[in-house]
């Protein structure tokens, strides 16, 4: 059988889709088509990627100004079909920022960019995009400036209600208290569903897990992806 | 037309004799642009008229140089035809005026450098000198400097790894940002700046050209407007998504055999770029001014030629390439244009509006730019009353470890991404270098920038010696075969003798050093002039290192693991005088410490060796620099959140010079085997005592002092973050 | 025409940079500050046509504002 | 009493923010939008006294805009 071929949608700021490509390749076992962003088809509708970076170099708000390509507005409209869509970092903000996903992300709370490993815990396993991981915290690096997840008491009560909330920093032992909050977001939250559970955002890189033994959670994850295709 | 007075000469920093040379190459006046073109290439930045005639000195060959001195950065061999191409430079006075874009710029500049040559860049290194933290400013520049560092290499993509920074009195005024970047090529893809092919044509690529950065001194001339003081800004803003559409679009364009030369457009802009590639190519060029993309109204020639927009190239172009080249541009959305042709005339022809408004011959300009040999004086050492105070070990260490110089430096390394790329190994706060995978293979390179002005200030060369020797060292402990060095020389006024003594003493001290370890210069830069009001900074060499890990496995960084001993290669002497120990007891003066080359390539050897071929029994190694053993030893601590035992050998006379000391050459080495190493050290006629175990929760100085790791860390954490938020 | 898009942070949403702002103010000496706070505009020239004001409304809401965390107000200059 | 204290960058600086933000709004479809620029503005509530002005001023100039590249305008609210 021919392998599966899933989508990674390239802005020209982006600047982790070479590793997401790999990762992807690697451990789901399929092939990649990287979509230019001016591109208003997405011919590879398996499943849909949205990278970290900086798509349009995080000018006015990270991700807003991605929104506006064409292959944004094409997401939209299979978002809604139900094809499964993951934004890491960046990819994330976009989703936001295009109403997908609930919330926003803004300045982390004390203004700087972080970067560093950071624990994360799965904090919903039955979510297609989770289910298959068998650790309850894993390790992902985290680098981002506008990581701090924000949204009214409202959505965050729905959010719950739906459970929507699937990835929350914490501690080694999955302790998610405030001094395990890198960035100041809402509850910890690293990383969300819709409604739907068909779209994932989060902020922590798993791409970057991969590569050197000291640190390869990431591999679980994009293994238990394989389910979804 | 703008008459060239004496004063207008003056202000363009031109000498009256090199004015005269000026006339003698046009065999006539220069008009006003040509007088603007000649100042920018005769200037200390383009020309390096103080340094020339040393800088020829320093060894700059070697078996692994693919490139020296001389193309936009140094290229070496790292192997199955990948080469490494690397480079520091300074953006030291932009970066004092305005820190967060001055700090940005000098980040895209060194990174343009490198990727004009073909490469991709794979990681960033700074170093960076602040004044003291009492002073008013440095705050302010701290924080503007280390985000404008990190937002740019963050957003193009590439991985900041490393770096040092340092707080003294002697930069209060004068800030030095040294930004380094590293990148990765197939040798044969390899892309230089020599412009060639009669007719040709020359492509401008990137930012569309504004009044940035057009120096104040030429700024005289009378044709402004009278809003021109604002329109002129001296600073020049960064734009770091434009230089990711660069990277990646020289890329592209670079897989398709279309470029014959490409220079970016960094000090002195479109002057120096299309100079330096004419030059190179003995031929000619015709610049058409109407055709550049300019962002504002009514620019002059003058203007466009000085301009030092950023984010900007100048490529030669195979014609029938021409087509394409410019559909890739439009594809990443720049702004490309052809604005000249190379010629066989030999002559710089610059037309605007349909006529000549400037021509003057390449070669003679580039050839007889000034070099001097400027005098030098030894300076007389003027000592300060000192009122010694005495103080204990353990207050001594604490003192050290969360003193600005040594505290962790994680406010600032968090702020870079390190991870991006997926090829971080080691960042360099987990190792002595940072290591970085050579992608898709199992080698890696590591690299580390080092210098020590409290040395260079007391004895240049011998401070710029210890710097090359660090930074070998730095390299050789994180398990690599150093390759070669970029140095970055930065300095006060070189038209002072004292000044012009360090200058000379600090290259001839990094010769010395890098031609016995057989550590070349493939690359480099100055930056004089960094006085105010009469202060000059301390003498500043930088020294950054590249070295190869052939087998990514055998690198080694500062780990260790309960039960493992630690212990010491080389000699300890208890050389204090300038040491961080005599600094905390307000000791200034002295002598750095000695520095044998021998001893230093004997125990480095011996150091390279037994991690090669005993890989599994080393966990970690770390060089023992400023601090001495005990800093050294506690890094280990803090780094791991582990106990260590020290033991003071029995026949140590004074513990504070054997713990302070700061000695040359030694490296610790963790090991989980000692018999192996002993035996190893004997046979090899290696000085090697085992020092301390890996033990419990405490840092422990048997029989002098204990304190818990944890408050160790403590004290190691807290400056900045109490610093920043005050 | 040149008009005038404001934006700031909607009510209950901590900016952190207007506080650090206000912590230096304080430390700067200036005790009469009581409250900081910051917001963007962008000044915005455009022709004239019967649509004028819808598209940037449409512009602001769309693009130059977030409705989840911020406020937008047109102002003819 | 509230001032507002208005920063945008001076002439002939690049703002390659208010340039991607124009970009964008040209490919949404908005051909009537000549130009964009981009600016900030700190609202500060401060206590009224007779150096209420001067202070502003200074704030102004040696925290909230970079001379160099900045102009600052402060207006009462
Ligand atoms: N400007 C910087 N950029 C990145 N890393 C830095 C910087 N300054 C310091 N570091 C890192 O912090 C650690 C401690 O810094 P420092 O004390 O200056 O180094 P060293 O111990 O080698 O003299 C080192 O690993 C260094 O690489
Ligand atoms: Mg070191």
């Given amino acids: 059988m021919p392998k599966k071929v899933v989508s990674i949608i390239v802005f020209p700021g982006s600047n982790c889709d070479r590793d997401l490509n790999i990762a992807v390749q690697k451990y789901m076992n399929v092939n990649t088509k990287l979509v230019w962003h001016d591109d208003p088809s997405i011919p590879n509708q398996e499943m849909i990627f949205i990278p970290g970076g900086f798509s349009f170099g995080d000018y006015l708000r990270s991700g807003a100004l991605a929104t506006k390509s064409p292959s944004i507005k094409e997401v939209i409209r299979l978002s809604k079909k139900g094809v499964p869509i993951i934004g890491i970092c960046n990819g994330f903000q976009i989703l936001t920022e295009c109403k997908l996903l609930d919330g926003a992300l803004i300045d982390n709370h004390k203004r700087l960019f972080i970067c560093k490993e950071s624990f994360i815990k799965i904090e919903n396993k039955n979510t297609s995009f989770t289910q298959n991981i068998k650790k309850n915290v894993v390790k992902f690096p985290i680098a981002h400036a506008q990581g701090r997840f924000y949204t009214s008491e409202g959505n965050l009560k729905s959010l719950e209600d739906n459970n929507q909330i699937v990835f929350k920093y914490s501690s080694m032992n999955g302790k998610t208290g405030k001094s395990e909050n890198p960035n100041g977001s809402i509850n910890n939250i690293a990383g969300i569903t819709n409604k739907n559970k068909n779209i994932l955002g989060l902020m922590p890189h798993p791409e970057r897990a991969v590569e050197f033994k000291e640190n390869n959670d990431g591999v679980c994850f994009f293994k238990g992806l394989q389910n979804l295709l | ?127 960076l000198r602040f004044g003291s933290p009492k002073h008013p400013k440095t705050r302010n520049l701290l924080s503007g400097v280390v985000k404008g560092i990190g937002d740019y290499g963050n957003c193009v993509g590439i991985p900041t790894v490393g770096g040092e920074c340092n707080f003294h009195e002697s930069y209060n005024n004068n800030i030095l940002v040294n930004a380094m970047c590293i990148g990765l090529v197939k040798k044969n893809k390899i892309f230089y700046s020599i412009a060639k092919g009669i007719g040709n044509p020359l492509i401008y690529v990137g930012a569309k050209t504004g009044r940035d950065g057009i120096h104040g001194a030429t700024m005289a001339s009378a044709q402004f407007d009278d809003d021109s003081e604002e329109s002129r800004p001296q600073v020049q803003v960064g734009d770091p998504f434009m230089e990711k559409l660069l990277l990646e679009s020289c890329q592209e364009l670079m897989k398709q055999d279309a470029i014959i030369a490409i220079q970016d457009m960094g000090a002195a802009g479109l002057t120096s770029s299309s100079f330096e590639m004419a ?61 000249g ?294 890094e280990l601590s803090i780094r791991n959140a582990k106990g260590l035992k020290i033991k003071i050998p029995s026949d140590v006379k004074n513990s504070i010079k054997w713990l302070f000391g700061e000695d040359q050459s030694r490296y610790l080495l963790i090991v989980n085997n000692e018999n192996i190493i002993k035996e190893v050290a004997r046979k090899e006629r290696i000085n090697l005592q085992k020092i301390a175990k890996v033990d419990g929760d405490k840092f422990c100085v048997i029989k002098k002092f204990e304190i818990s790791v944890k408050k160790l860390i403590k004290y190691n954490n807290k400056w900045f973050d109490n610093f920043i938020e005050k | 025409m040149i008009y005038r898009v404001y934006i700031n942070f909607k009510k209950g949403i901590l900016d952190p940079e207007a506080e650090a702002i206000k912590k230096t103010i304080d430390n700067m000496g200036y005790n009469t500050v009581k409250r900081i706070s910051k917001g963007k505009f962008f000044d915005i020239e455009i022709s004239s046509s019967k649509n004028t004001l819808k598209d940037l409304e449409k512009i602001s809401s769309d693009l130059l504002s977030n409705p989840i965390i911020e406020n937008f107000r047109i102002i003819k200059k």
């Avoid at chain 2, 000085?306 to 029938?320: G, I």
């Fill in chain 2, 341 to 634: 042709v190379i010629t066989q005339t030999g002559n710089m022809e610059i037309f605007f509006n349909n006529s000549l408004v400037g021509k003057l011959p390449i070669k003679p300009l580039a050839d007889a730019s000034p070099e001097y040999d400027r005098p030098s004086k030894k300076p007389r050492k003027k000592f300060k009353k000192e009122n010694h105070k005495s103080v204990s070990i353990k207050s001594a260490l604490l003192k050290i470890i969360s003193s600005p110089n040594h505290s962790s430096k994680s406010w600032i390394y968090n702020q870079y991404d390190r991870s991006v790329m997926c090829d971080t190994y080691f960042s360099s706060e987990q190792s002595d270098s940072a290591v970085i995978r050579i992608h898709n293979s199992n080698k890696a390179i590591a690299v580390t920038c080092d210098c020590n002005p409290i040395y260079c200030n007391s004895e240049p060369m011998l401070g710029a010696q210890i710097g090359v020797a660090e930074s070998w060292r730095n390299l050789i402990a994180s398990g690599a075969d150093p390759i070669a060095i970029t140095d970055n020389l930065n300095f006060g006024n070189p038209e002072k003798e004292e000044i012009m003594y360090q200058i000379k003493e600090a290259i001839k001290g990094i010769k010395i050093a890098c031609e016995s370890l057989n550590y070349p210069v493939v690359s480099g830069n100055v930056s004089l002039y960094n006085e105010t009001k009469n202060k000059s900074i301390f003498p500043t060499p930088v020294i950054g290192g590249v070295g190869l890990i052939k087998n990514i496995s055998q690198s080694k960084g500062l780990k260790m693991k309960d039960g493992d001993n630690i212990f010491i290669v080389g000699n300890s002497f208890g050389h204090l005088e300038l040491s961080e120990f005599n600094r905390i007891c307000n000791k200034n003066h002295g002598r750095p410490p000695p520095l044998d080359l021998n001893e230093e390539k004997k125990n480095g050897a011996f150091v390279r060796k037994f991690i090669k071929n005993h890989n599994s029994i080393v966990t970690g190694c770390h060089d023992i620099s400023e601090g001495g053993i005990i800093v050294a030893l506690a």
């Fill in chain 2, 1 to 127: 037309m703008t008459k060239i007075t004496q004063s207008l000469i003056s202000e363009h920093g031109i000498s009256n004799d090199e004015f005269n040379l000026i006339r003698e190459i046009l065999q006539r006046e220069p008009n006003l642009l040509e007088l603007g073109i000649f100042s920018v290439m005769w200037s200390e930045h383009c020309s390096y008229k103080s340094t020339k005639k040393w800088l020829k000195t320093l060894p700059t060959k070697g078996e692994k140089v693919i490139c020296g001195p001389g193309e936009n950065a140094g290229i070496i061999d790292v192997g199955d035809d990948d080469a490494i191409v690397f480079k520091m430079e300074s953006h030291n006075h932009p970066s004092f005026i305005e820190p967060y874009q001055g700090a940005a710029t000098g980040v895209g500049g060194i990174m343009r450098d490198i990727f004009t040559m073909g490469a991709r860049p794979i990681a960033n290194l700074n170093s």
């Fill in chain 2, 279 to 339: 030059s190179k190519g003995s031929c000619g060029v015709k610049l058409f001014l109407d055709k550049v993309p300019c962002r504002e109204e009514k620019m002059t020639p003058y203007e466009m030629m000085l301009s030092e927009t950023q984010e900007r190239m100048l490529m030669v172009v195979k014609p029938s390439k021409k087509k394409n080249t410019l559909r890739i541009f439009k594809k990443w959305g720049l702004e490309a244009a052809e604005i």
